[in-house]
């Protein structure tokens, strides 16, 4: 699972089955990643990793919670709609679009990732 910590908010996410979430698991290892994230169109907030991840692209059609690569190097978080060829990284649980984009506010927001396992969940 990956831990997302949005100021007070934890929010969990199961992950896809793909080379780019093998790559950000193996990230992630040596601690968490703290990101400053943007948005961007009114759908999502993003950031550069820093690194470069293998992509697996599909055409998607998101919804709020979805969480994907674009280009390789962008984290990104949806709180609405979109479609276009993306690689999918995972789906947050336990959240609607208005919890979410509460959480996200409607500016800038440190996000930390972290890996956790089910029972390190509260």
Do not use: C, H
Request: charged share 25%.
């Amino acid at each position: 699972m990956l831990k997302l910590q949005i100021a007070d908010s934890e929010f969990f996410a199961e992950l896809a089955e793909n080379s780019t979430v093998d790559a950000l698991i193996e990230l992630l290892s040596d601690g968490p990643l703290t990101l400053e994230m943007s948005d961007y169109a009114g759908m999502e907030k993003g950031a550069d990793l820093g690194v470069k991840l293998p992509q697996n692209n599909q055409q998607m059609d998101t919804s709020a919670g979805d969480i994907i690569l674009y280009q390789g190097r962008t984290f990104v978080i949806y709180y609405n709609t979109n479609s276009w060829s993306l690689t999918p990284i995972g789906k947050i649980k336990d959240t609607d679009a208005d919890t979410l984009r509460k959480a996200l506010g409607a500016g800038d927001v440190t996000v930390t990732l972290s890996i956790v396992y089910p029972e390190e969940e509260k």
